[in-house]
């Protein structure tokens, strides 16, 4: 295959999920323009980033099913096509209402895009040496893409307005459709991917209620009634979508994959990389912003070190995981990501950049280090002809767990706060139960009170809010360090040699379609 062909075919895919994952973060600072522009209320403000994240984790099952069974390519370009339009609505919208549908549309979108991506990746490189190394590449160009949102979606906005940051997903949605419709090989393997609708509706609903209820909890509670109503209905949903997939012929999700027990374990790794790492990125925004007081701009930038560290370990780890495996850069990664967490304890309200650089880049390090591994070992332990169900289900359990760990480690900080600031509002004099009161209300407005508290000075109260604020932070860390490490010791356990066979680095990628030349 002639190289100019290579890049496009690599350019295609890589742009085509930077796009999709990019709209998960460069929303997130735009959102006081976009309810200021639209007149648009709070809760729709809330929901203009949580219908992206709805739609991406309710069909992202259905995705790998239906691209392994209609054809990689044309799921994985229709994804694009569709995510390119859903653009353009978002980027048009009159009100909030319609902004909000677009993006539910650019979410189911996306969850075409993201894992269809992984699969023809791991068509295209037949080979486990060349398809660890692509894949670290892939997961760098994911990474980066995340990271990289708030401060594109900072600078786009202030320079051009909140619509810019749609319309940019055009000209490379359209770079992405020609360049992938004349250089991606199509593959199709529908004899293992059956036309499971009983499966396909139980998988949206269950994914849907989980993710829905998820959102939720963090504006309701975890105890409020429509919440748990919501987990009841997921719980529900979920045995008989196991039931459904047991006893089908041809099953969405052939539940017998979980007995191979890399493919389970790498799972489970990949739901705790999404609670403890993605879940505490969040909260490491919240504290440059609400404790250290910088900008949404600013904040993206002081991430360098935790970019500049994913984007070389991810590629370290696609050749570690090409010459040995992915065990050891999977044991390396979530060391490092418990580590970091751990460091992160050192945090104060007035830490030097310094530190805080250094704690980023040590979690960023372990983050690069455990995506490649993690996806390599999903998509090598099973057969290809199944690639598109892997890469889903994979994507799927990682973008779940960091649903609940933003929404979880979020709540747990903000509960902590708040108990705290309560405490020290009632040792200054403020009688219960309005000390309480006063301090759900500070916390909920960043330390500004909006109203005044007796004698206390507007500067004695956000220094108390941001004591109280790092003390449910370091809760918060403990938890997703705990998780962390009970993944590492899960992987030294059960993810053995045996299960990462020692690949064959002797052999060239073979792509799909044309015999190769001269590559």
Request: net charge positive.
């Amino acid at each position: 295959m002639r190289r100019g062909r290579k890049v496009a075919l690599l350019t295609a895919l890589f742009v085509g999920t930077f796009m999709a994952l990019l709209d998960m973060s460069v929303v997130n600072v735009s959102l006081p323009a976009i309810q200021l522009g639209l007149a648009a209320q709070l809760t729709q403000v809330q929901w203009v980033v949580d219908a992206y994240t709805l739609g991406l984790s309710a069909f992202m099952l259905n995705s790998g099913s239906l691209g392994d069974r209609l054809g990689r390519k044309r799921l994985f370009l229709s994804g694009v096509a569709a995510f390119t339009l859903a653009s353009v609505g978002c980027a048009t919208a009159p009100t909030a209402g319609v902004l909000i549908g677009g993006r539910l549309a650019q979410g189911i979108a996306a969850a075409a895009v993201t894992p269809g991506s992984l699969s023809l990746l791991t068509q295209i490189y037949r080979d486990p040496a060349g398809r660890a190394r692509i894949i670290g590449a892939w997961g760098t160009c994911g990474s980066l893409a995340v990271v990289a949102g708030p401060v594109l979606g900072g600078v786009i906005t202030d320079r051009l307005g909140w619509p810019a940051i749609f319309l940019l997903n055009v000209p490379l949605g359209v770079i992405v459709v020609v360049a992938g419709w004349w250089t991606i090989p199509e593959s199709a393997d529908p004899q293992h991917a059956g036309a499971d609708l009983a499966g396909q509706v139980l998988g949206v609903v269950w994914l849907g209620a989980l993710t829905y209820a998820v959102i939720d909890a963090g504006r309701r509670g975890w105890i409020s009634l429509p919440v748990l109503a919501l987990l009841v209905v997921a719980a529900a949903v979920l045995c008989a979508f196991v039931l459904v997939e047991r006893r089908s012929a041809a099953a969405m999700l052939p539940v017998h994959l979980f007995s191979d027990r890399a493919f389970a374990v790498v799972n489970v790794a990949s739901f705790v990389l999404g609670f403890g790492a993605y879940g505490v990125f969040y909260l490491q925004s919240l504290y440059l912003q609400q404790v250290q007081g910088a900008s949404a701009i600013a904040a993206g930038l002081k991430f360098l070190p935790y970019t500049l560290a994913i984007a070389t370990c991810s590629v370290l780890a696609g050749r570690v995981t090409a010459r040995y495996g992915p065990r050891p850069p999977l044991l390396a990664g979530y060391t490092l990501i418990g580590t970091g967490l751990l460091a992160m304890l050192a945090l104060t309200p007035r830490s030097s950049y310094l530190l805080v650089a250094v704690v980023f880049a040590v979690l960023g390090a372990g983050m690069g280090a455990s995506i490649t591994p993690t996806n390599a070992a999903a998509m090598g332990a099973v057969g290809r002809e199944r690639s598109g169900i892997a890469a889903a289900t994979v994507n799927a359990t990682r973008q779940t767990g960091a649903a609940l760990g933003i929404a979880l480690l979020g709540s747990m900080l903000t509960a902590r706060a708040g108990a705290v600031l309560t405490a020290r509002l009632s040792a200054a004099g403020v009688p219960d139960p309005t000390s309480t009161m006063l301090a759900k209300a500070v916390v909920a407005n960043h330390g500004h009170p909006d109203q005044p508290l007796g004698g206390l000075s507007p500067a004695t109260v956000q220094r108390w809010f941001a004591e109280s604020f790092i003390t449910g932070l370091h809760l918060s860390l403990l938890v997703a360090a705990v998780a962390t490490f009970a993944a590492v010791l899960l992987v030294a356990a059960l993810f053995g040699t045996r299960h990462a066979g020692p690949p064959n680095v002797a052999t060239p990628p073979t792509w799909t379609g044309w015999q190769p030349r001269g590559t």
